[in-house]
Each structure stands twice: as C-alpha cells, then as structure tokens.
C-alpha cells in the first residue's frame, strides 16, 4: 500500500540537511496508473508507471517562505528583469518591459477561444505585487507564491536543497493513494456539498460565483489535505514539474510488459510548440489546475490533468512545491 508519513532520521536523503526536511512529509514509492483515458487527450494514454519514495512539501511554497530566499540571497524573480529585445525579436519596443501575465476578469460573457480576453501582460506585476502596481501581498504571507517562471522555482529548490518534482512524482503524491480515482479526495468533486479545493464556480471568465470561498488565492490550507497529508495538490495554484511537456503521453510506456520506473519525460526540443513553430521556447508540464479551472472551460482540477507552460512565462495563478529524493535517484 502506499504510504506517507512525517520525516524522521531514518529516511534522510545525503547531503540535505535535517532543517531542510524538517516539513516535509515522505511518500512511500509504488506504482500507479498515470494519466486518464477519458478526459483532454494529452492525458492519455493512461499506463503503469513506478516512482521511488520521495520527501514533498506539504503545501505550495508560500509567499512568507519566498520572501525568506528573496531577503537571504537578493534573487531577482524573471518578472522583475527587463526583457532583452534580442531574445524577444519583433517584440514592440513598448512592450520591453518588465511585468507578468495577471487573470483580468471581463465584465460580460466572451468567447473561450481567445485567452487574451482575460489575460492581460500588466507592466510592474510580480511576486511582491501579484496584480501589478499599486498592490502588495500585505496580508497574504500564507497564500501560495505566483508571478515565478520555472528558472525561480528552481532557483528556490536549489537554495532550499531541494528539488522539483517530476510529473510522475506529482501526479503519484497527488492521488494521495486513491488509485484511479477522479479526485485527490475521491470520484465526487464535493462529497456531501462542501468544496475541497479553491476552483472556480460559475460561468468563466466574467462570472465568479466564489461558493468556495476565495475570488483568487486562497491560504495553502485552506481545504483538507488528501490521503497523504497534502494540502492543494488541486486547485489554487498550477504547479511547476521538471519534466518537458509532450502533448502526449509516450505511447510505450503503456505497454503493460514495460512499467517505467522513474520517467523524466521527452527531451527539450520535444516541447516546443508545433502551432507556433517559429518560436522556440521549450515548455515544462504544469499540474493540478488552478483557482480559475472551471467546469465551463478547463477541467483540469484532476491529478491526472497537465498542461504546458513556456519556461519564460509566469502568471498570477502558477506557483510550485518542493521534493527531496532518495539516494541514487
């Protein structure tokens, strides 16, 4: 059965020390059916995979504990730096600045199929001031941290000793041992009408109903954890995963005579973007959906669920969690 438990000195990885591993909980390894069949067709196919037991962070990295990297290293997030026109050729030069993607609502019914709709690059938008200036995170210290670009999420890890999580390790602590089941709690998404993640209740993107609670952010324990002691593994925020994104995934890996262990997922230059194929940004899977998935337009407040992110791109509702290995991993 798999199993997770707090940290103890007997399941210490080398070379991180116990202050580092002090909050984490460990998840016992196994294997599991990755994916689904049934839903976006890049989460199939659904095949056997087997992971290692692994430590992971009870919650998102919370702006509290961000600030205390900030303040110890004086890291300077992506959103804060100024692009370079070279690395962005026939950007408009007004556009050069630095800022990041924050979620502005409509205020009336629009058509789904332009993001731009709802989604607006707001110059002097970061991790300090999520929906740009003028705003502040004053109040919000244990609210997951957005506004970071995969390069700070690693940045982070590393400074913490840690690492981030692949997709298989995620998805497997996602599921908090409920082997095949919709949800990280179960098959009903509010077993007995109460909300166990900080999704999106209405009709998306102009009407926000909030019967959850939260119009964005919610504290990172908010809701309950799932069978493994693990709080927004749905819901929230999108979290970074080390992998490469693939539209699909790897048709042998579902062979039922070769059950992965530890998959990293496709090469670099396997994540590119085939519908935009003059730009090459490579992109890493995301997981677990976020406060804005709702039925009417992404439903992918599942484990199974992924989606693409440009390695360059942060947004106000994309933040990550941490994990420690095993020895020889």
């Not at 998935?293 to 693409?308: G, L, Q, S």
């Amino acid at each position: 059965m798999n199993d997770c438990c707090s940290v103890t000195s007997k399941c210490r990885p080398a070379g991180i020390s116990d202050s580092r591993l002090e909050n984490m909980l460990f998840v016992t390894g196994g294997t599991f059916r990755m994916g689904s069949d049934h839903h976006y067709a890049e989460e199939a196919p659904s095949h056997r995979v087997t992971v290692d037991g692994f430590w992971i962070d009870p919650t998102p990295v919370t702006n509290a504990q961000f600030r205390r990297f900030v303040d110890t290293t004086g890291y300077t997030t992506f959103a804060e730096i100024v692009p370079k026109a070279e690395d962005y050729p026939g950007a408009l030069p007004h556009m050069l600045r630095a800022g990041s993607l924050v979620f502005c609502p409509p205020d009336r019914p629009v058509g789904l199929n332009d993001w731009s709709r709802w989604w607006e690059f707001r110059f002097g938008a970061n991790w300090r001031r999520p929906y740009g200036k003028g705003c502040s995170i004053k109040g919000l210290d244990d609210h997951p941290v957005v506004h970071v670009a995969y390069q700070d999420a690693e940045a982070y890890a590393k400074w913490a000793g840690k690492e981030l999580p692949t997709e298989a390790e995620w998805e497997f602590a996602a599921r908090g041992g409920l082997e095949g089941a919709e949800f990280a709690w179960g098959d009903e998404f509010t077993p007995d009408g109460r909300h166990r993640a900080n999704t999106w209740q209405g009709d998306f993107p102009h009407q926000n109903l909030k019967r959850d609670g939260y119009e964005r952010t919610s504290p990172v324990k908010a809701f309950p954890p799932n069978g493994y002691g693990l709080y927004d593994m749905i819901g929230n925020v999108w979290e970074w995963t080390t992998d490469w994104y693939a539209p699909k995934h790897p048709a042998d890996e579902a062979k039922a005579c070769c059950i992965p262990e530890n998959p990293r997922g496709p090469r670099e230059d396997q994540s590119y973007d085939s519908c935009q194929p003059h730009i090459k940004i490579p992109r890493k899977v995301l997981k677990g959906g976020s406060h804005l998935c709702a039925p009417n337009y992404c439903r992918r407040y599942r484990p199974a669920a992924r989606h693409p992110e440009p390695i360059d791109t942060s947004t106000s509702h994309v933040g990550f969690r941490c994990v420690a290995r095993t020895i020889g991993q």
